[in-house]
């Protein structure tokens, strides 16, 4: 059984020798993040000590892509066909009456920074801030749940900006909005890296109820619990719960924060949520991501590479793989590895990448004596198979994203797409050195 409940995954992981567990007290400002960031978000850490709490924090769980397949009981060359088998066949989620995440409950008037911490990042961030809740919201037909991550500024007592970017919980606000009404959510810390995973699944293209998506990657439907003081449903097995709501009409300024692209953001008005209630295990652990780092990006990588993969393969069906890289901000590019079969199969390989992604600035297609997870072996096959005149192609001026940092036109970019595979029939030409012996270096020392 795979673990549901993060305990489980970080005592697993410990008992491996794979889980840093710091004893030295770590302050919540700027050194939590310090130490996090010295492995980029790929590392598992648990903080014992926070200054100022008495509860412990965890990191670093789903930075690395073999450890996000090992807590799911699957390799990593099997993490693709796994997220695109569990969007198509979720497990739905078991109602409980109670659960290990109601064990304490808070209401009436509270502090949210005196509960648990909330930690600051980067030199010029605006203050604290949750960076990696688990937001649970109902989608307007009230029968699914729909899961994200979003940022929430510490505004002081029970108050958060949230900043929203998808234009799809955008217009479900904006409908409430219109009818004078708040929205209700729940946040939900301290989960296992399929339910992180999950909630990056895009709305606007499944329409799924991303926790039975959770549940299909587990292997297992997942408990829920019905909140105490909001309509919504959260894991029975969390850490920890916020309740609240998101105010109508209600901006107040928000950032500017180191975000992902590795660069600060700007200072705009953003929604305001009031929080009405915390639940949490006793013992809670509480959780963050790492802003910008590994642990941010792949999971967004990971579900952008099932949606590349199945639609390359509508017209590349000798696609082997893609890969997203971290390099490339997990969105800008993308390596795209074919048995090549027909002349022009690399570009239309490309030409598909460009379809299936709005984000996608560039893409590299390569034979499948590459090794897409190492940059050294992509740039080798740029390095020599590639003739810019024949193999490059670039389209000015087409939809990008809006987070495009290269300029000042938020949401246009221009693509290229680099064919670097080599010509068919000249495989004795681009056939790679070998050497006709193994050995193990462990035998010569
Ligand atoms: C660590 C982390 C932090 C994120 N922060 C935000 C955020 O502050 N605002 C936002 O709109 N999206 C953020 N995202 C991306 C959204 O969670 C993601 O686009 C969304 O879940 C996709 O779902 P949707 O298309 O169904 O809205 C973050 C993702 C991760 C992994």
Redesign the pocket.
């Known amino acids: 059984m795979n673990p549901v409940t993060m305990r489980a995954l970080l005592d697993r992981w410990e008992s491996r020798g794979l889980l840093h567990r710091v004893k030295k007290e770590v302050d919540p400002l700027y050194e939590l993040g310090a130490v996090i960031n010295t492995r980029n978000g790929r590392q598992p850490f648990l903080f014992e000590k926070i200054k100022g709490y008495q509860s412990a924090m965890a990191a670093g769980l ?1 930075g690395d892509r073999e450890l996000v397949a090992d807590s799911m009981g699957i390799s990593s060359s099997e993490l693709i066909p796994k997220i695109i088998e569990s969007i198509v066949n979720p497990i739905p989620t078991t109602l409980r009456q109670t659960g290990p995440v109601q064990e304490n409950l808070v209401t009436g008037e509270f502090d949210l920074a005196d509960l648990f911490p909330i930690p600051t990042y980067h030199a010029e961030d605006s203050g604290a801030y949750y ?2 809740g688990i ?1 649970v919201v109902n989608d307007l037909s009230g029968r699914k749940r ?7 500024q510490y505004l002081g007592g029970n108050r958060t900006n ?8 955008m217009e479900q606000y904006a409908h409430y909005e219109s009818i004078g009404e708040p929205m209700e959510v729940a946040v939900m810390f301290g989960v296992v890296p399929a339910v ?1 995973l999950s ?8 329409h799924t109820d ?1 926790l039975d998506v959770a549940g299909a990657l587990l292997g297992q439907s997942l408990d829920v619990v019905q909140c105490k003081t909001v309509d919504l449903e959260v894991l029975a097995d969390a850490e920890i719960v916020l309740e609240g709501k998101m105010l109508p009409y209600e901006r107040e300024l928000e950032g500017p924060f180191g975000e ?1 692209a590795g660069y600060y953001g700007t200072r705009t008005p953003q929604p305001i949520v009031e929080f009405s209630a915390v639940t949490y295990r006793n013992n809670a652990i509480s959780q963050t ?1 790492f ?1 910008s780092s590994y ?6 990588a990971l ?1 952008r590479e099932a949606t590349l993969f199945s639609t390359v393969r509508q017209v590349v069906p000798n696609i082997k793989a893609v890969h997203i890289p971290m390099g490339g901000v997990a969105r800008y590019h993308a390596v795209i590895q074919i048995e090549k079969k027909h002349d022009g199969d690399g570009k239309q390989a490309a030409l598909a990448a460009f379809a299936s992604d709005k984000d996608l600035k560039h893409v590299i297609v390569v034979n499948d004596d590459v090794d897409i997870f190492d940059s050294d072996d992509v740039e080798w096959a740029i390095a020599t198979r590639v003739q810019a005149g024949d193999d490059i192609f670039i389209v000015q001026g087409a939809k990008g994203s809006p987070l495009e940092s290269s300029h000042h036109l938020k949401g246009i970019s221009d693509k290229m797409g680099i064919d670097a595979t080599y010509p068919l029939g000249k495989e004795e030409l681009f056939r790679r050195t070998s050497i006709p012996i193994e050995v193990n270096l462990e035998d010569y020392l």
């Open positions: 789903g960076v990696a937001l729909y899961t994200s991550i979003r940022r929430m949230i900043l929203i970017t998808s234009p799809e919980l992180v909630s990056q699944i895009s709305t606007h293209l499944y991303k992902l991501i802003p642990e941010e990006r792949l999971p967004m579900v």
